[in-house]
């Protein structure tokens, strides 16, 4: 199976230039747009790679603890 990349970016533009690029190397992709659906998605599935954007530092820390809690081996790559 493909690799499933959930991708969080509230900048529209680009989440969907990251989307395009991951899809097109052959991940599939789970886009949204704020911590809440991030969360929510991460109750039902694993992804094998979390990339974020996050608004803030704090926005950042709360839902980090919340997703490792959940899966404490999911990889993290945040972005700036």
Known sequence: RPMLVTLL???????????????????????LVNSKSLIDSLVTAEPDLLIAHFRSDQEALTTLTTAKKLWPELPVLLIA
């Open 9 to 31: 970016d509230y900048d529209k533009e680009q989440r969907s230039s990251l989307e395009a690029i991951l899809s097109g190397a052959g991940y599939q992709c789970t886009t």
